[in-house]
Protein backbone atom coordinates (compact mmCIF):
# COMPACT_ATOMS: atom_id res chain seq x y z
CA UNK A 1 0.00 0.00 0.00
CA UNK A 2 1.15 3.46 -1.02
CA UNK A 3 2.39 5.56 2.34
CA UNK A 4 2.18 9.13 3.82
CA UNK A 5 4.07 11.33 6.10
CA UNK A 6 3.09 14.04 7.99
CA UNK A 7 4.87 17.80 7.09
CA UNK A 8 6.60 19.03 9.87
CA UNK A 9 8.73 22.15 9.98
CA UNK A 10 9.33 21.89 6.21
CA UNK A 11 10.21 18.40 6.44
CA UNK A 12 8.32 14.76 5.87
CA UNK A 13 7.95 12.47 8.96
CA UNK A 14 6.55 9.12 9.74
CA UNK A 15 4.50 9.22 13.07
CA UNK A 16 5.10 6.26 15.67
CA UNK A 17 1.54 5.14 14.56
CA UNK A 18 -0.32 4.54 11.43
CA UNK A 19 -3.88 3.53 10.30
CA UNK A 20 -5.21 2.41 6.63
CA UNK A 21 -7.23 4.71 4.68
CA UNK A 22 -10.13 2.84 2.71
CA UNK A 23 -11.07 3.10 -0.85
CA UNK A 24 -14.86 4.02 -0.80
CA UNK A 25 -15.26 2.61 -4.38
CA UNK A 26 -14.26 -0.81 -2.73
CA UNK A 27 -14.23 -0.87 0.70
CA UNK A 28 -10.95 -1.97 0.91
CA UNK A 29 -7.90 -0.45 2.10
CA UNK A 30 -5.33 1.12 -0.15
CA UNK A 31 -2.82 3.53 1.13
CA UNK A 32 -1.20 3.61 5.03
CA UNK A 33 -1.61 7.27 6.97
CA UNK A 34 0.09 8.66 9.67
CA UNK A 35 -1.41 9.00 12.73
CA UNK A 36 -0.81 12.15 14.72
CA UNK A 37 -0.95 12.32 18.80
CA UNK A 38 0.36 14.47 20.97
CA UNK A 39 3.85 14.80 20.28
CA UNK A 40 3.36 15.42 16.71
CA UNK A 41 1.19 18.01 17.64
CA UNK A 42 2.97 20.27 19.56
CA UNK A 43 5.56 19.83 17.22
CA UNK A 44 4.20 21.53 14.36
CA UNK A 45 2.51 24.30 16.84
CA UNK A 46 6.30 24.42 17.63
CA UNK A 47 7.04 25.01 14.12
CA UNK A 48 4.50 26.96 13.02
CA UNK A 49 5.59 29.31 16.50
CA UNK A 50 8.94 29.90 15.53
CA UNK A 51 8.17 30.68 11.65
CA UNK A 52 5.77 32.98 13.12
CA UNK A 53 8.54 34.93 14.63
CA UNK A 54 11.77 34.22 12.63
CA UNK A 55 12.87 36.62 10.21
CA UNK A 56 12.57 34.65 7.07
CA UNK A 57 8.82 34.96 7.17
CA UNK A 58 7.89 37.73 9.33
CA UNK A 59 11.14 39.68 7.78
CA UNK A 60 9.31 39.20 4.40
CA UNK A 61 7.40 42.36 2.64
CA UNK A 62 3.58 41.74 1.93
CA UNK A 63 4.52 41.63 -1.58
CA UNK A 64 6.74 39.30 -1.15
CA UNK A 65 4.54 36.90 0.45
CA UNK A 66 2.09 37.39 -2.56
CA UNK A 67 4.68 36.09 -4.78
CA UNK A 68 5.25 32.87 -2.77
CA UNK A 69 1.58 32.00 -2.97
CA UNK A 70 1.90 32.60 -6.77
CA UNK A 71 4.61 29.99 -7.28
CA UNK A 72 2.17 27.71 -4.64
CA UNK A 73 -0.76 29.02 -7.04
CA UNK A 74 1.21 27.65 -10.35
CA UNK A 75 2.60 24.26 -8.73
CA UNK A 76 -1.03 23.50 -7.30
CA UNK A 77 -2.47 24.02 -11.30
CA UNK A 78 0.49 22.17 -12.60
CA UNK A 79 -0.38 19.26 -10.42
CA UNK A 80 -4.25 19.59 -10.35
CA UNK A 81 -4.76 15.87 -12.12
CA UNK A 82 -2.37 14.19 -9.53
CA UNK A 83 -4.40 15.57 -6.47
CA UNK A 84 -7.51 14.88 -8.32
CA UNK A 85 -6.54 11.35 -8.74
CA UNK A 86 -5.78 10.69 -5.07
CA UNK A 87 -8.68 12.88 -4.05
CA UNK A 88 -10.67 10.83 -6.48
CA UNK A 89 -9.26 7.34 -4.85
CA UNK A 90 -9.16 8.27 -1.08
CA UNK A 91 -12.87 9.82 -0.92
CA UNK A 92 -14.79 8.55 -3.91
CA UNK A 93 -15.39 11.69 -4.93
CA UNK A 94 -15.85 11.91 -8.70
CA UNK A 95 -13.01 12.75 -10.94
CA UNK A 96 -15.17 15.01 -13.03
CA UNK A 97 -15.18 17.45 -10.51
CA UNK A 98 -12.32 16.89 -8.47
CA UNK A 99 -10.36 17.45 -11.63
CA UNK A 100 -12.85 21.05 -12.50
CA UNK A 101 -12.38 21.98 -8.46
CA UNK A 102 -8.80 21.70 -8.01
CA UNK A 103 -7.96 23.35 -11.02
CA UNK A 104 -9.95 26.44 -9.83
CA UNK A 105 -8.14 26.26 -6.52
CA UNK A 106 -5.20 27.89 -7.95
CA UNK A 107 -7.78 30.91 -8.53
CA UNK A 108 -7.81 31.21 -5.06
CA UNK A 109 -4.27 30.80 -3.90
CA UNK A 110 -3.54 34.14 -6.92
CA UNK A 111 -6.22 35.87 -5.64
CA UNK A 112 -4.78 35.62 -1.88
CA UNK A 113 -1.65 36.49 -3.85
CA UNK A 114 -3.03 39.59 -4.95
CA UNK A 115 -4.46 40.44 -1.70
CA UNK A 116 -1.64 40.43 0.26
CA UNK A 117 -0.07 43.31 -0.17
CA UNK A 118 -3.69 45.55 0.12
CA UNK A 119 -4.37 44.69 3.73
CA UNK A 120 -4.77 48.01 4.43
CA UNK A 121 -4.53 49.83 7.82
CA UNK A 122 -6.32 53.48 8.54
CA UNK A 123 -5.72 57.16 9.86
CA UNK A 124 -8.24 58.00 12.17
CA UNK A 125 -9.33 61.83 11.99
CA UNK A 126 -8.96 62.00 16.29
CA UNK A 127 -10.55 64.59 18.41
CA UNK A 128 -7.29 65.68 19.89
CA UNK A 129 -4.76 68.46 18.23
CA UNK A 130 -1.71 66.93 19.21
CA UNK A 131 -2.21 63.29 17.82
CA UNK A 132 -1.42 61.30 15.49
CA UNK A 133 -3.59 57.70 15.35
CA UNK A 134 -3.36 55.22 12.97
CA UNK A 135 -4.44 51.58 13.35
CA UNK A 136 -2.32 48.53 12.11
CA UNK A 137 -3.63 45.02 10.76
CA UNK A 138 -1.19 42.48 12.09
CA UNK A 139 -1.28 38.54 11.41
CA UNK A 140 -2.96 37.08 14.16
CA UNK A 141 -0.32 34.29 14.43
CA UNK A 142 -0.18 30.40 14.45
CA UNK A 143 -3.52 28.96 12.62
CA UNK A 144 -4.98 25.83 13.54
CA UNK A 145 -6.33 24.58 10.16
CA UNK A 146 -9.14 21.90 10.54
CA UNK A 147 -10.95 20.48 6.91
CA UNK A 148 -13.23 17.91 6.66
CA UNK A 149 -12.32 14.84 3.93
CA UNK A 150 -15.28 16.85 1.32
CA UNK A 151 -13.82 19.32 -1.61
CA UNK A 152 -10.64 19.05 1.26
CA UNK A 153 -8.24 20.99 -1.36
CA UNK A 154 -10.94 23.86 -1.54
CA UNK A 155 -11.78 24.09 2.06
CA UNK A 156 -8.06 24.56 2.96
CA UNK A 157 -7.34 27.13 0.24
CA UNK A 158 -10.29 29.22 1.74
CA UNK A 159 -8.13 28.99 5.10
CA UNK A 160 -4.13 28.76 4.00
CA UNK A 161 -4.58 31.36 1.56
CA UNK A 162 -5.62 34.18 3.34
CA UNK A 163 -3.95 33.08 6.12
CA UNK A 164 -0.40 33.10 4.65
CA UNK A 165 -1.75 36.55 3.09
CA UNK A 166 -1.81 38.02 6.06
CA UNK A 167 1.29 36.15 7.46
CA UNK A 168 0.16 33.45 9.88
CA UNK A 169 1.52 30.23 10.22
CA UNK A 170 -0.56 27.19 9.58
CA UNK A 171 -0.92 24.12 11.46
CA UNK A 172 -3.66 22.21 9.04
CA UNK A 173 -5.36 18.64 10.33
CA UNK A 174 -6.80 16.94 7.71
CA UNK A 175 -9.44 14.51 8.46
CA UNK A 176 -8.89 10.76 9.34
CA UNK A 177 -11.74 9.73 6.76
CA UNK A 178 -9.50 10.59 3.40
CA UNK A 179 -6.17 12.81 4.60
CA UNK A 180 -3.61 11.73 1.49
CA UNK A 181 -4.63 15.10 -0.60
CA UNK A 182 -3.73 17.10 1.81
CA UNK A 183 -0.49 15.10 2.44
CA UNK A 184 0.08 14.94 -0.97
CA UNK A 185 -0.52 18.82 -1.24
CA UNK A 186 2.25 19.21 1.54
CA UNK A 187 4.63 17.74 -0.97
CA UNK A 188 3.59 20.52 -3.46
CA UNK A 189 3.50 23.15 -1.16
CA UNK A 190 7.36 22.47 0.05
CA UNK A 191 8.57 23.07 -3.92
CA UNK A 192 6.42 26.28 -3.64
CA UNK A 193 9.81 28.03 -1.30
CA UNK A 194 8.10 28.81 1.32
CA UNK A 195 10.47 29.01 4.91
CA UNK A 196 10.04 25.80 7.05
CA UNK A 197 7.23 25.97 9.89
CA UNK A 198 4.71 28.26 7.73
CA UNK A 199 2.44 25.70 6.75
CA UNK A 200 2.10 22.01 8.57
CA UNK A 201 0.34 19.14 7.81
CA UNK A 202 -0.57 16.17 10.18
CA UNK A 203 -3.72 14.01 10.56
CA UNK A 204 -4.98 12.44 13.52
CA UNK A 205 -8.10 11.26 15.10
CA UNK A 206 -10.02 13.83 17.36
CA UNK A 207 -9.34 13.26 21.05
CA UNK A 208 -5.88 12.23 20.33
CA UNK A 209 -5.08 15.00 17.74
CA UNK A 210 -7.58 17.35 17.18
CA UNK A 211 -8.67 18.55 20.58
CA UNK A 212 -5.01 18.59 21.45
CA UNK A 213 -4.78 21.13 18.53
CA UNK A 214 -7.41 23.33 19.08
CA UNK A 215 -6.40 24.16 22.34
CA UNK A 216 -2.91 24.31 22.20
CA UNK A 217 -1.59 26.93 23.92
CA UNK A 218 0.04 28.50 20.80
CA UNK A 219 -2.91 28.59 18.90
CA UNK A 220 -4.05 31.94 17.85
CA UNK A 221 -7.07 31.14 15.61
CA UNK A 222 -9.14 28.22 14.94
CA UNK A 223 -10.38 27.87 11.17
CA UNK A 224 -12.79 24.53 11.04
CA UNK A 225 -14.82 23.17 8.78
CA UNK A 226 -17.53 20.38 9.50
CA UNK A 227 -20.55 19.86 11.61
CA UNK A 228 -22.30 21.35 14.54
CA UNK A 229 -21.13 18.72 17.71
CA UNK A 230 -17.63 19.48 16.40
CA UNK A 231 -18.52 22.77 15.77
CA UNK A 232 -19.34 22.91 19.54
CA UNK A 233 -16.58 20.72 20.71
CA UNK A 234 -13.87 23.21 19.10
CA UNK A 235 -15.43 26.38 20.97
CA UNK A 236 -14.95 24.26 24.10
CA UNK A 237 -11.82 23.73 23.33
CA UNK A 238 -10.71 27.26 22.33
CA UNK A 239 -11.77 28.28 25.49
CA UNK A 240 -8.34 26.76 27.00
CA UNK A 241 -6.30 28.93 24.82
CA UNK A 242 -8.91 31.76 24.35
CA UNK A 243 -8.39 31.32 20.45
CA UNK A 244 -10.71 33.07 18.08
CA UNK A 245 -12.46 30.70 15.57
CA UNK A 246 -14.11 30.93 12.21
CA UNK A 247 -16.48 28.19 11.89
CA UNK A 248 -18.26 26.67 8.53
CA UNK A 249 -20.68 23.79 10.20
CA UNK A 250 -23.30 23.14 7.21
CA UNK A 251 -26.82 23.64 6.47
CA UNK A 252 -30.14 22.13 5.36
CA UNK A 253 -30.38 24.67 2.88
CA UNK A 254 -33.73 25.44 1.22
CA UNK A 255 -33.86 25.77 -3.18
CA UNK A 256 -37.13 27.45 -3.56
CA UNK A 257 -38.79 27.20 -6.95
CA UNK A 258 -41.75 29.60 -8.07
CA UNK A 259 -44.82 28.47 -10.25
CA UNK A 260 -43.46 31.30 -12.87
CA UNK A 261 -39.57 30.56 -12.94
CA UNK A 262 -37.71 28.78 -15.66
CA UNK A 263 -38.35 24.74 -14.67
CA UNK A 264 -35.77 23.26 -16.90
CA UNK A 265 -33.02 25.95 -15.05
CA UNK A 266 -34.92 24.92 -12.15
CA UNK A 267 -34.63 21.19 -12.67
CA UNK A 268 -30.95 21.10 -13.30
CA UNK A 269 -29.95 23.51 -10.66
CA UNK A 270 -31.68 21.90 -8.52
CA UNK A 271 -29.97 17.96 -9.48
CA UNK A 272 -26.74 19.76 -9.39
CA UNK A 273 -27.44 21.38 -6.20
CA UNK A 274 -28.51 17.84 -4.31
CA UNK A 275 -26.60 15.52 -6.50
CA UNK A 276 -23.54 16.61 -7.62
CA UNK A 277 -20.66 15.40 -4.98
CA UNK A 278 -23.10 12.34 -3.93
CA UNK A 279 -24.96 15.13 -2.25
CA UNK A 280 -21.55 15.65 0.11
CA UNK A 281 -21.73 19.47 0.24
CA UNK A 282 -22.05 22.13 3.10
CA UNK A 283 -24.34 23.93 0.67
CA UNK A 284 -26.12 21.18 -0.68
CA UNK A 285 -30.18 22.41 -1.36
CA UNK A 286 -31.09 19.48 0.34
CA UNK A 287 -34.45 21.12 0.99
CA UNK A 288 -36.59 21.54 -1.90
CA UNK A 289 -39.31 23.63 -1.61
CA UNK A 290 -41.46 24.08 -4.78
CA UNK A 291 -44.83 25.84 -5.06
CA UNK A 292 -48.04 23.74 -5.36
CA UNK A 293 -49.34 24.58 -8.37
CA UNK A 294 -46.45 22.69 -10.48
CA UNK A 295 -44.86 20.72 -7.27
CA UNK A 296 -46.31 17.03 -9.18
CA UNK A 297 -44.76 18.12 -12.00
CA UNK A 298 -41.41 19.46 -11.01
CA UNK A 299 -41.13 16.23 -8.79
CA UNK A 300 -41.62 13.90 -11.85
CA UNK A 301 -38.89 15.91 -13.93
CA UNK A 302 -36.96 15.50 -11.08
CA UNK A 303 -37.53 11.42 -10.44
CA UNK A 304 -36.35 11.02 -14.15
CA UNK A 305 -33.12 12.78 -13.87
CA UNK A 306 -32.15 11.02 -10.53
CA UNK A 307 -33.27 7.85 -12.55
CA UNK A 308 -30.90 8.31 -14.97
CA UNK A 309 -27.80 9.38 -13.59
CA UNK A 310 -24.81 7.28 -13.88
CA UNK A 311 -23.63 5.25 -10.60
CA UNK A 312 -20.49 4.13 -11.08
CA UNK A 313 -16.66 4.28 -10.14
CA UNK A 314 -15.55 7.43 -9.38
CA UNK A 315 -12.10 7.13 -11.12
CA UNK A 316 -14.65 7.09 -14.59
CA UNK A 317 -15.40 9.95 -16.75
CA UNK A 318 -18.49 8.96 -17.44
CA UNK A 319 -19.81 8.91 -13.97
CA UNK A 320 -21.65 11.21 -12.17
CA UNK A 321 -22.28 10.17 -8.91
CA UNK A 322 -19.98 7.99 -7.00
CA UNK A 323 -19.57 6.59 -3.70
CA UNK A 324 -20.41 7.98 -0.23
CA UNK A 325 -16.74 8.88 1.37
CA UNK A 326 -17.61 6.11 4.58
CA UNK A 327 -19.79 3.33 4.93
CA UNK A 328 -21.00 5.44 8.58
CA UNK A 329 -22.58 8.09 6.09
CA UNK A 330 -24.14 5.31 4.06
CA UNK A 331 -25.64 3.53 6.91
CA UNK A 332 -27.18 7.02 8.52
CA UNK A 333 -28.48 7.62 5.04
CA UNK A 334 -30.35 4.19 4.94
CA UNK A 335 -31.46 5.04 8.45
CA UNK A 336 -33.13 8.32 7.97
CA UNK A 337 -34.65 7.58 4.95
CA UNK A 338 -36.39 4.35 6.51
CA UNK A 339 -37.20 6.88 9.81
CA UNK A 340 -38.76 9.71 7.33
CA UNK A 341 -40.90 7.34 5.55
CA UNK A 342 -42.57 5.73 8.75
CA UNK A 343 -42.89 9.75 9.50
CA UNK A 344 -44.77 10.08 6.09
CA UNK A 345 -42.59 11.29 3.87
CA UNK A 346 -43.69 9.45 0.29
CA UNK A 347 -40.52 8.03 -1.33
CA UNK A 348 -40.26 8.88 -4.96
CA UNK A 349 -37.60 7.41 -6.02
CA UNK A 350 -34.13 5.83 -4.17
CA UNK A 351 -33.70 5.30 -0.55
CA UNK A 352 -31.85 1.78 -0.42
CA UNK A 353 -28.47 1.51 -0.16
CA UNK A 354 -26.82 -0.42 -3.29
CA UNK A 355 -25.67 -3.93 -2.95
CA UNK A 356 -21.92 -4.81 -3.81
CA UNK A 357 -18.65 -3.80 -2.65
CA UNK A 358 -18.28 0.23 -1.90
CA UNK A 359 -20.58 3.05 -0.05
CA UNK A 360 -22.77 3.51 -2.83
CA UNK A 361 -26.22 5.41 -1.78
CA UNK A 362 -28.73 6.44 -5.13
CA UNK A 363 -29.74 9.61 -5.53
CA UNK A 364 -32.71 9.78 -3.68
CA UNK A 365 -35.90 11.85 -3.27
CA UNK A 366 -38.32 12.13 -0.54
CA UNK A 367 -41.87 14.19 -0.70
CA UNK A 368 -42.79 15.53 2.56
CA UNK A 369 -45.26 17.64 2.07
CA UNK A 370 -47.92 15.70 3.88
CA UNK A 371 -44.55 14.78 6.73
CA UNK A 372 -43.61 18.23 8.12
CA UNK A 373 -41.96 16.91 10.94
CA UNK A 374 -40.43 13.76 8.93
CA UNK A 375 -36.45 13.68 10.12
CA UNK A 376 -35.69 14.31 6.60
CA UNK A 377 -36.00 17.88 6.68
CA UNK A 378 -33.64 18.41 9.71
CA UNK A 379 -31.16 16.52 9.18
CA UNK A 380 -28.19 16.96 7.26
CA UNK A 381 -27.53 13.55 5.60
CA UNK A 382 -24.38 14.54 3.49
CA UNK A 383 -25.68 12.38 0.91
CA UNK A 384 -27.86 12.41 -2.43
CA UNK A 385 -30.91 12.82 -0.48
CA UNK A 386 -33.62 15.65 -1.69
CA UNK A 387 -36.50 16.06 0.81
CA UNK A 388 -39.39 17.80 -1.02
CA UNK A 389 -42.40 20.08 0.61
CA UNK A 390 -45.12 22.16 -1.19
CA UNK A 391 -46.16 25.51 -0.46
CA UNK A 392 -48.89 28.05 -1.89
CA UNK A 393 -48.08 31.64 -0.80
CA UNK A 394 -44.77 33.65 -0.93
CA UNK A 395 -45.25 33.87 2.82
CA UNK A 396 -45.85 30.20 3.31
CA UNK A 397 -42.63 29.67 1.00
CA UNK A 398 -40.35 32.27 3.43
CA UNK A 399 -41.43 30.58 6.74
CA UNK A 400 -40.56 27.07 5.26
CA UNK A 401 -37.11 28.40 4.17
CA UNK A 402 -36.46 29.66 8.02
CA UNK A 403 -37.79 26.93 9.54
CA UNK A 404 -34.05 25.61 10.25
CA UNK A 405 -31.39 25.74 12.99
CA UNK A 406 -29.13 26.18 10.16
CA UNK A 407 -28.47 29.31 7.94
CA UNK A 408 -25.14 28.81 5.36
CA UNK A 409 -26.96 28.97 1.79
CA UNK A 410 -30.16 29.12 0.08
CA UNK A 411 -31.78 29.48 -3.69
CA UNK A 412 -34.32 31.16 -5.39
CA UNK A 413 -35.84 30.27 -8.60
CA UNK A 414 -38.39 32.91 -10.03
CA UNK A 415 -38.47 35.33 -12.80
CA UNK A 416 -40.30 37.47 -10.32
CA UNK A 417 -37.47 40.54 -9.51
CA UNK A 418 -39.63 42.09 -7.12
CA UNK A 419 -40.01 39.02 -5.39
CA UNK A 420 -36.41 38.16 -5.88
CA UNK A 421 -35.66 41.01 -3.98
CA UNK A 422 -38.40 40.37 -1.10
CA UNK A 423 -36.96 36.76 -0.95
CA UNK A 424 -33.09 38.04 -0.87
CA UNK A 425 -34.37 40.24 2.43
CA UNK A 426 -36.21 37.57 4.22
CA UNK A 427 -33.86 34.50 3.87
CA UNK A 428 -31.82 33.58 6.91
CA UNK A 429 -28.51 32.53 5.35
CA UNK A 430 -25.45 33.75 4.59
CA UNK A 431 -25.89 33.30 0.38
CA UNK A 432 -28.53 33.47 -1.79
CA UNK A 433 -28.78 32.33 -5.02
CA UNK A 434 -31.19 33.96 -7.24
CA UNK A 435 -31.34 31.67 -10.97
CA UNK A 436 -28.52 29.65 -10.05
CA UNK A 437 -26.84 27.25 -7.34
CA UNK A 438 -23.57 26.61 -5.99
CA UNK A 439 -22.25 29.38 -7.75
CA UNK A 440 -18.46 30.13 -5.88
CA UNK A 441 -15.61 32.60 -6.91
CA UNK A 442 -12.27 33.25 -4.50
CA UNK A 443 -13.94 37.39 -4.35
CA UNK A 444 -17.23 36.40 -2.98
CA UNK A 445 -17.17 35.42 0.82
CA UNK A 446 -18.99 33.00 1.79
CA UNK A 447 -20.41 31.14 5.62
CA UNK A 448 -23.63 31.27 7.67
CA UNK A 449 -25.02 31.94 11.23
CA UNK A 450 -26.77 29.78 13.41
CA UNK A 451 -25.78 25.89 13.51
CA UNK A 452 -23.75 27.03 10.34
CA UNK A 453 -21.49 28.71 12.34
CA UNK A 454 -19.55 32.14 11.76
CA UNK A 455 -16.89 34.05 10.25
CA UNK A 456 -16.73 33.97 6.62
CA UNK A 457 -14.35 32.44 3.95
CA UNK A 458 -13.33 33.47 0.77
CA UNK A 459 -13.46 37.19 -0.26
CA UNK A 460 -10.96 40.32 1.58
CA UNK A 461 -13.36 39.38 4.62
CA UNK A 462 -11.67 36.00 5.04
CA UNK A 463 -8.35 37.79 5.16
CA UNK A 464 -9.32 40.04 7.55
CA UNK A 465 -10.50 36.80 9.83
CA UNK A 466 -6.92 36.35 10.34
CA UNK A 467 -5.58 39.80 11.56
CA UNK A 468 -5.69 41.74 14.65
CA UNK A 469 -5.97 45.57 15.27
CA UNK A 470 -3.13 47.44 16.33
CA UNK A 471 -3.87 51.15 17.48
CA UNK A 472 -1.01 53.57 17.69
CA UNK A 473 -0.92 56.78 18.92
CA UNK A 474 1.93 59.39 18.36
CA UNK A 475 1.77 62.71 20.14
CA UNK A 476 3.36 65.28 17.85
CA UNK A 477 3.65 68.26 20.33
CA UNK A 478 7.12 69.35 21.10
CA UNK A 479 5.86 70.95 24.57
CA UNK A 480 7.04 68.49 27.60
CA UNK A 481 4.14 66.41 28.90
CA UNK A 482 2.21 68.03 31.90
CA UNK A 483 3.05 67.21 35.22
CA UNK A 484 -0.38 64.91 36.17
CA UNK A 485 0.15 66.00 39.89
CA UNK A 486 -0.36 69.92 39.34
CA UNK A 487 -3.23 71.20 39.46
CA UNK A 488 -3.69 74.57 36.82
Known amino acids: ???????????????????????????QPWARMPEARADEVNAAVAAARRAFHGAEWAGLTASQRGKLLLRLADLVEQNARL????????????????????????????????LADKIEGAHLPIDKPD????LRREPVGVVAAVVPWNSQLFLSAVKIGPALAAGCTVVLKASEDG????????RIFDQAGFPPGVLNVITGFGPECGAVLTRHPEVDHVAFT??????????????????????ELGGKSPFIVFEDADIDSAVNAQVSGIFAATGQSCVAGSRLL????????????LRDKAEQIVIGSPADMATEVGPLCTARQRDTAVRLCELSV????????????????????PPTI????????????TEEFFAPVLSAQGFDTETEALALANDTAYGLASGVFTRDLTRAHRMIRGIRAGVVWVNTYRAVSPMAPFGGHGLSGHGREGGLAAALDYTRIKTVWLRTSDAPIPDPFIMR
Not at 179 to 186: N, T
Not at 342 to 361: E, K, M, S
Request: overall charge negative; glycine content about 10%.
Open 1 to 27: MQTFQHYIDGAFHDAPSSFESLDPATG
Open 83 to 114: LAEIETRDTGKIIRETSAQIAYVAEYYRYYAG
Open 131 to 134: MEVW
Open 179 to 186: PAPMLEFA
Open 226 to 247: GGPTAGRQIVRNSAENLASTSL
Open 290 to 301: VQNSIRETFLGR
Open 342 to 361: TQGARLVTGGRAIDGDGHYF
Open 366 to 377: LDCTEAPTAACL
